[in-house]
């Protein structure tokens, strides 16, 4: 039997339609794919429907007996608006369904592994220019997200990237559980029952997109500042892109201010965030940095969750 994808729209609309395009290659790789369209919202064009439709497309989608996992199209702007309207106690009595997507759906990652200890799938997401699976050239990236899907199913999946130091000190072998996601989109969550009450023993991979280098260090001042970095084993940077037009190739600058203001690890690997290959990276993955590799493994219990701020095994 043919594995499941649902695609929702927890944010943004895409102002062309890449959506359809995407779900022929979904198709030939052996997924079903379920996808229903939402009202447009009368009130602000740019999402992809009002809070209230995307939350009820969300849950119905985790709901859904007939689907294995949720594909977010896009990101964006609006994930965040979903939070406060999901009904989390009923989701605590369900079966886990793993989320994927990245950018804004960084919102829901963090709120499902906060409030659930549920897992979730940083990776492409189809409705993107970045989603490179129409010629079948530089899908390193897409072929790893559908390998990771087709072992979820199987118990267990796993990732590895190369990473380099920033600090220029290998620190030796380090291991915690993994989250991250958009930086500036985590930040807003900081100080709201959706961001993770500790990060104390966790490899903490972050990136971000289109954002000035100033507005990136004011964002790690309120992690470093509101205690969201204490215990945490590793910093992870990916990719930093269009950083602002007034500090040309600003990215490295902004990465050496980081590993100077934080007092744990830094590392950097191009290979995820915003940008072509994204790889996958699972949010509450056992993950390990040794030398210069990040490898994250996950084996996944079919028991349903246990209630809120649960931690994943």
Known sequence: MKPILRIIRPSSREIKDLLASRIPGLESRGFGVLYDELLSDADWTYSAGTAELRAQALVEALREPGSDFVLCARGGYGASDLLPLLPWSELAQLQPKLLIGFSDVSAIHAAFYSQLGWRGLHGPMPATTLWNDVDGTNTDDIDALINNLQHWLTGSCSGSIPISTITGVLPGHLRGRLFGGCFTVLTNLIGTPYFPRSLAD????????????????????????????NGVKAVVVGHLRNLGTQIPDCAPFVMQQFAKRLDVPVFHSPLFGHTQPNYPMMIGAEAAIEGDRLTWETVIHTQKSSGKRSAPS
């Open 202 to 229: 966790h490899i903490v991979f972050i990136e971000d997109t289109d954002e000035h280098p100033a507005r990136l260090m004011r964002a790690l001042n309120q992690w470093i500042q509101s205690g969201a970095l």
